[in-house]
């Protein structure tokens, strides 16, 4: 008795289990989530490439002469203009060479003149007129010599600009061709990025007419620069290892904001036609792919692998994975299986759109 009793009620436990997992399986076939699909429609994209920021013009000054440094007149980071001067190397022996170079230009002059003088009269022949000529020209060819080295003790700024780190002190003795400083004229700025081969193409088809291209530049701080660019320069040959080619864009720095050395990312906005676009928060990722959950005829969920062409604020541009007229999960992506039977309900790509951020033209 007491073992019929026992099985009876396994019995009831196991009817029980099945009618709550069935309910469960409706309950969870019952659930009702929103879908959509991809929109379709003509927009820009921007596309980033990380950029170095150049000076119009960085040069290297450096002593012309050997010597010690008798005086600075500027300091690091200043704004000269100019001819304006910046160093002097100790003149003393360079003075002391002209004194002496100008004594025997002055000597071979009167020299010079006495003989010419001597031969207008036919005392002296004229071969002896043109040795003191030509020894006379000697003298002043050397006192010009001498008047080039001593100007060399004087360094002035062959542009205006800006002033680098300073590499001496006063009192230090230079070497010929040693540093100095850098001197970099900021006006305008030189970026330059590389570009792929494909999108390369792609630029240059839609270009009309030899039309400038305009660029932007984001900073390291995230913020635009407020001045646009213009590609001036492309390189002639791709780089075999990276696939890429070198551009150079000209950006005028009216505020001298931008500086040598820094970094950046030139910024290129692209017409995209037909673009294929759904939200953001409609993927998921694995493995760093990018997935969303396709809706089957049959109400059935199935993930599958996306590949993304651009991303606009709060979309991606899908480029290839997914067709047009294909619903799918717009949310709830954690809340579901694969193969689920699922109840959903359908909005429109337009509404969906227009509940974002969306920028798109």
Not at 157 to 170: C, D, E, Q, S, Y
Not at 194 to 210: D, F, S, T
Not at 265 to 287: D, G, H, R
């Amino acid at each position: 008795m007491v073992k019929k009793s026992l099985m009876y009620i396994n019995l009831c436990l196991i009817l029980l289990c099945q009618s709550c997992q069935s309910e469960k399986k409706e309950k969870k076939e019952a659930a009702s989530f929103n879908v959509t699909s991809p929109l379709v429609k003509d927009t820009l994209i921007d596309k980033d490439y990380v950029a170095q920021i150049r000076s119009i013009n960085h040069i290297e000054l450096r002593a012309q002469e050997k010597g010690y440094i008798q005086g600075i007149y500027v300091d690091e980071g200043q704004f000269v203009h100019k001819g304006q001067l910046l160093f002097k190397i100790m003149p003393n022996l360079y003075e002391s060479d002209v004194n002496r170079a100008k004594a025997e230009a002055k000597y071979a002059e009167i020299e010079y003149q006495n003989t010419k003088n001597l031969a207008a009269k036919d005392i002296v022949a004229p071969q002896e007129m043109a040795m003191a000529k030509a020894r006379y020209e000697k003298a002043k060819a050397e006192l010009s010599s001498t008047n080039t080295h001593l100007g060399f003790t004087e360094i002035r700024a062959p542009f205006t600009g800006i002033v680098g780190r300073l590499h001496v002190r006063k009192g230090s003795l230079v070497d010929d061709g040693e540093l100095i400083t850098e001197l970099s004229d900021n006006s305008k700025m030189w970026v330059y990025f590389n570009v792929p081969e494909a999108e390369y193409l792609n630029q240059m088809g839609e270009r009309k007419n030899n039309d400038p291209m305009h660029v932007r530049l984001r900073m390291a701080n995230g913020k635009e620069f407020t001045q646009d660019g213009v590609v001036e320069t492309i390189e002639s040959d791709f780089d075999n290892e990276t696939g890429n080619i070198a551009y150079r864009a000209t950006f005028p720095n009216p505020k001298g904001l931008l500086r040598y050395g820094e970094t950046g990312n030139v910024v290129i906005t692209s017409p995209y036609a037909n673009a294929l676009m759904i939200p953001q928060k409609a993927t998921f990722e694995e493995l760093e792919k990018k997935y969303v959950y396709v809706i089957t005829k049959d109400n059935k969920v199935k993930a599958r692998e996306i590949k993304i062409a651009a991303e606009l604020p709060h979309l991606y541009v899908v480029a290839s994975g997914l067709g047009k007229d294909e619903r799918i999960l717009l949310d709830g992506l954690r809340m579901v299986q694969e193969n689920q039977t699922i109840s959903s309900k359908y909005q429109t790509p337009e509404k969906v759109m227009s509940n974002l951020d969306l920028y798109a033209e």
